[in-house]
């Protein structure tokens, strides 16, 4: 392949990926949720460096964000019905620690965190 046909089929599958990493269906949620992963996974400097510029707020836990596309095993449930991980410290992964670092991330509504500037924070990927 050229290095044109190749720079053109980026752009459109980067075309793709913008527009459907947004939707509030099981594609966006999969591709929100990879993203968290491959990010946390090898460049958790940059989420680290939009919850520290942009996130606000606290966690409510309602526990939704552990029931994304599946229910996470580690989910619990205490004497008073409330959601806890059953590995917060240290063996809780990445994905759930920085849930959620950006706006695009970001999707269930009633989350008790939000962005000071939305422009700010939206990443590449």
């Known amino acids: 392949m050229a290095y044109d ?6 752009a459109v599958v980067n075309t793709w990926y913008q527009s459907k990493v947004t939707e509030r269906n099981f594609v966006g949620q999969l591709l929100r949720k990879l993203r968290r992963f491959y990010l946390g996974t090898f ?5 680290q460096k939009s919850i520290a510029e942009t996130r606000q707020g606290d966690c409510h836990r309602c526990g939704l964000c552990c029931e994304l596309i599946y229910k996470c095993p580690f989910l619990g449930k205490d004497h008073q019905n409330l959601p806890y991980c059953r ?11 920085n849930y959620p670092f950006d706006v695009t991330d ?20």
């Open 87 to 97: 590995v917060y410290g240290d063996l809780r992964p990445a994905n759930c620690k």
């Open 5 to 10: 046909d190749i720079m053109s089929f980026n």
């Open 106 to 125: 970001s999707e269930i509504d009633q989350c008790g965190y939000s962005f000071k500037d939305q422009s700010l924070n939206q990443s590449t990927l």
């Open 43 to 47: 460049k958790p400097e940059t989420i």
